[in-house]
């Protein structure tokens, strides 16, 4: 048996890398949604606009990008913890999985604004984030192979951002492919945050 990708042949390091990502990803939404949805929810969001002068991109960003920094600050423990401490290899660029994190919290916050918008209830974006968020390891690829599930399941796993920037995580960590690799993954993510 040749191992290509896992020398030490140590599940943990898959299984690690998601959990931690998942838990970044949990975080940054339900913190997201709870974020604005208390403005719903103790009714001050006219106060929060009236801030911003009435201007809905000055209040997101105002309002998140605190949150953002905390979630950055986030990421870069969890890189510290897997990189320095679990010794998870890197064979790629270190650059991409940084960028790779960076839009990832981006996305996951934008999907915080959306739940809220479409639902204008607090309570209800908190439940429909923790299923999304945990929707996402089951259909990333991760556990079991994309390639392998039926058609449905893998049409299903492209509305999780999740799925993509594992592809990245994994391809610059443990398997060291090249970086046209890591280019269809994050033009994805990219686009998740513009739509």
């Known amino acids: ?25 949990i975080f940054t939404l339900l913190v997201s949604v709870y974020a604005i949805g208390i403005e719903l929810k103790e009714c001050t ?17 105002g309002k998140m990008l605190p949150y953002t920094l905390l979630f950055m600050a986030n990421v870069m423990v969890m890189n510290i913890i ?5 010794g998870t290899p890197i064979h790629g660029s ?5 960028l790779s994190e960076i839009l990832l919290v981006l996305v996951y916050q934008i999907i915080a604004v959306v739940f809220i918008a479409i639902t204008s209830n ?4 908190l439940s429909l984030g923790s299923a999304y968020t945990m ?56 686009a998740f945050i513009l739509l």
């Open 135 to 190: 929707m996402a390891i089951t259909f990333s690829g991760l556990t079991f192979p994309t390639m392998a599930m039926p058609m449905l399941a893998r049409l299903f796993s492209v509305i999780f951002p999740y799925t993509f920037w594992i592809k990245i995580f994994m391809s610059q960590t443990l398997r060291g492919e090249p970086l046209t690799e890591t280019v269809i993954p994050l033009i994805v993510i990219v």
């Open 45 to 61: 969001a006219g106060d929060w606009m009236q801030t911003a002068g009435n201007n809905v991109y000055y209040a997101l960003i």
């Open 82 to 86: 897997l990189f320095h401490f679990l």
């Open 122 to 125: 607090m309570r209800l974006s």
């Open 94 to 98: 270190l650059f991409i999985i940084i």
């Open 1 to 25: 048996v040749i191992m290509l990708f896992n020398p030490f042949s140590n599940y943990s390091y898959y299984l690690t890398i998601a959990l931690f990502a998942l838990m970044v990803n």
